[in-house]
């Protein structure tokens, strides 16, 4: 393993710490900042952590020269607009789910990385969740035959959240089913065509202009046979959270539990008719990390007492997915290579959200995606 390590500065502390420790013991990786806009808890967490470099100015930490990368876990709003002003001040970004709230941000982030060379990757949990790997193991070994269908969906009680929640169009935050489906044979979206369902209260109505309880996407891959089924709820909607990825295969098919902490249900052809479907454990895909971080898939900041970030009690930790996708970052800046997803492919998968959404609005109408999140 090389010796060169990347500075790190993380920016946003509340699912940002989780990723602290994981930074600190990555054998490629220097921690060297941290920033939050409250002094107070960005002074307990650095302190708790013993990170000197402190910021409360996301605009003077980007005039650091000591920093290389910097990973974003700030409001669904800043994202775009942080990650185009770190790559124009040179910075290598990782950023939250998801990329941006419009398609033109997700321009700029592509048409930047591609003018400076720089690397952009969307931190999105669920293709390096245990469960996604698991298949993805799978689909790599050809176990699961032709891919003939994939399906996804991510529903959530969002009730309680910060304030730029309520109301949101549940297909502006849809990377967390969207990716899987396009991430175990790694396609892209060509088209979508998307319908809403079901009506949310009047006072959560106003806030985006969105009435939809539910939305349905169908999703065309581009230069592929195959299309997907997506579907996302955010409020309004009875259902434990899931965030669930099934797909269907010539010689296996694999489904997501319907209750959490249940096992996956491994389909195999062929079988006698009783003997089809199998209950399987998940296994933990550590191995694929380097020692020092391999038992951050499993415990974490937020593992003890009354320390629990909200999106961890509901979201059962993001499946271990924490330390792996440090390392895809890390490792891909070390090696020069573009770590899953890329700008492009981010880009790609955020676009459909936001297109869905006008594509409901438009009654299901057809809407393309931009070729500037096509990778060829």
Known sequence: MSEKKIRIAIVGLGFGAEFIPIYKKHPNAELVAVCQRNEEKLNEIADAFSIAKRYTSYEELLKDDTIDAVHINTPIPNHGEQSIQALKAGKHVACTVPMATTVEECRQIVELTESTGLTYMMMETVVYAREFLYMKELYDNGELGKVQFLKASHQQDMDGWPNYWPGLPPMHYATHCVCPVLGLTRDEAEYVSCFGSGTIREELIKEYNSPYAVETTHIKFRNSDLSAQVYRSLFDVARQYRESF??????KSVEWPLIEGMPLVVHTAKKPEPEIPEEVESPDFAKLLPKEIQPFTTQGVYD???????????????GGSHPHLVHAFVDGLINGTS???????????????????????KGGEIIKLPEFTFSK
């Open 339 to 361: 770590p899953y997803p890329n700008a492009k492919q981010s880009a790609n998968i955020t676009c459909v959200g936001i297109l869905s959404h006008e594509s409901a609005l």
């Open 304 to 318: 003890e007492g009354d320390n629990q970030h909200l999106s961890f009690t509901q979201g059962a930790g993001h």
């Open 246 to 251: 099934e797909v269907y295969g010539s010689k």
